[in-house]
Nanobody, 117 residues
Framework: QVQLVESGGGLVQAGGSLRLSCLASESIFNINLMAWYRQAPGKQRELVAYMTSGGSKIYADSVKGRFTISRDNVKNTVNLQMSSLKPEDTGVYYC???????????WGQGTQVTVSS
């Protein structure tokens, strides 16, 4: 089982920045896909960004140009740098991982991000 622990959430004013980190319990060299999701109050959980071990990246249209996902294979982390934050970015952010296409999906416990007007 892959265990994931998120950190870096907090309260920030609109236009500010935050950096989220997700620490995995095993080498992410063996994890093909790592992703960030978020869930705002009253809304469904949505994909924010994901990155494969090969370096491919996908971003939600709402965060393109503002968020950057990255992987550190030495520290076994996946990070999400968030800039130009908007109140609409408020929500609980979750880390997600999958070793291979045949493996289970794993989730962290989430970290709260609140952006004030």
């Amino acid at each position: 089982q892959v265990q994931l622990v998120e950190s870096g959430g907090g309260l920030v004013q609109a236009g500010g920045s935050l950096r989220l980190s997700c620490l995995a319990s095993e080498s992410i060299f063996n994890i093909n896909l790592m992703a960030w999701y978020r869930q705002a109050p009253g809304k469904q959980r949505e994909l924010v960004a994901y990155m494969t071990s090969g370096g491919s990246k996908i971003y939600a249209d709402s965060v393109k140009g503002r968020f950057t996902i990255s992987r550190d294979n030495v520290k076994n982390t996946v990070n999400l740098q968030m800039s130009s934050l908007k109140p609409e970015d408020t929500g609980v952010y979750y880390c997600n991982a999958r070793r291979t296409i045949s493996d289970l999906l794993y989730w962290g416990q989430g970290t709260q991000v609140t952006v004030s007007s």
